[in-house]
């Protein structure tokens, strides 16, 4: 049984990398790639005024990793701005931006999801009255925290630091798309994102079926996998752990 991580690049080999250490056989075939934004001069501008915001969300590592691209040399990170992620990847690509640990706000890496909801369980206590909060993401996304916070006196804004697209498969990619349309049985697809799962039914629809089986990291997931058509979907929770548990669950 073979693995297939769907993540963008960065995040799926480092994620089939750790699946090897553990013993699992996995590969990436990424599904999203990042790309640049439509508008780099409004990232490159939101740094500007960054200090004014009481709290900077970021909605992915991707997103942290394209906005501190666009940091104008000499720039710190403000002493009194929080930054917050829906999960420790995030978390972990802010410390190593240079945010200082103490002003990362993140779900705890054991917690049931890594979403928008966790994260406002450590930011709801606050009072965010008149707070400026910016939300850093790609081109669109879930508006739920951004609505919570401005439904709490937050005056939230969004910017887009990134694209996703349908990346150009190589001939090796291809070639394990073809093994999984092929042999159903002897793989399985790691998602961590519903989108991932759409381009996948765009790029190759023989891919999705009822023979094709899929592991989610989350409820939301789980239930547009089993809306586009896939016949074998086991949810589990988004810690490294808890995927290694369900893989092996499904191991003959």
């Known amino acids: 049984m073979r693995v297939i991580v769907t993540r963008p690049a960065p995040q799926a080999a480092e994620w089939s990398a750790r699946l090897v250490a553990a013993g699992v056989a996995a590969v990436a075939l990424p599904l999203i790639d990042i790309a640049e934004p439509a508008d780099p001069?409004?990232?490159?501008?939101?740094?500007?005024?960054?200090?004014?915001?009481?709290?900077?969300?970021?909605?992915?590592?991707?997103?942290?990793?394209r906005f501190f691209a666009a940091r104008p040399a000499g720039s710190a990170?403000?002493?009194?701005?929080?930054?917050?992620?829906?999960?420790?990847?995030?978390?972990?690509?802010?410390?190593?931006?240079?945010?200082?640990?103490?002003?990362?706000?993140?779900?705890?890496?054991?917690?049931r999801?890594?979403?928008?909801?966790?994260?406002?369980?450590?930011?709801?206590?606050d009072d965010w009255h008149g707070a400026r909060v910016l939300i850093v993401r790609g081109d669109g996304g879930r508006a739920w925290l951004g609505d919570t916070l401005a439904a709490h006196g937050a005056e939230v804004r969004y910017l887009s630091a990134y694209r996703r697209i349908t990346p150009a498969l190589d001939a090796a990619a291809t070639a394990l798309l073809d093994a999984a349309v092929a042999e159903p049985a002897r793989h399985v697809w790691l998602f961590g994102s519903s989108e991932a799962a759409e381009r996948l039914r765009a790029l190759?629809?023989?891919?999705?079926?009822?023979?094709?089986?899929?592991?989610?990291?989350?409820?939301?997931?789980?239930?547009?996998?089993?809306?586009?058509?896939?016949g074998d979907v086991h949810e589990t929770g988004p810690a490294f752990d808890a995927v290694v548990a369900c893989i092996q669950s499904l191991r003959p």
């Open 113 to 125: 999801h890594f979403d928008s909801e966790a994260l406002w369980q450590g930011l709801r206590a």
């Open 204 to 230: 190759r629809p023989a891919a999705v079926g009822m023979a094709t089986r899929a592991i989610a990291t989350h409820p939301q997931i789980a239930a547009r996998l089993q809306a586009l058509g896939f």
């Open 77 to 111: 990170w403000p002493a009194a701005l929080r930054a917050g992620g829906p999960g420790p990847g995030t978390a972990d690509a802010l410390v190593a931006a240079g945010v200082p640990r103490g002003l990362v706000v993140a779900p705890s890496p054991d917690a």
């Open 41 to 65: 001069l409004a990232v490159r501008t939101a740094w500007l005024d960054i200090a004014a915001c009481r709290l900077a969300v970021f909605v992915s590592p991707n997103a942290v990793q």
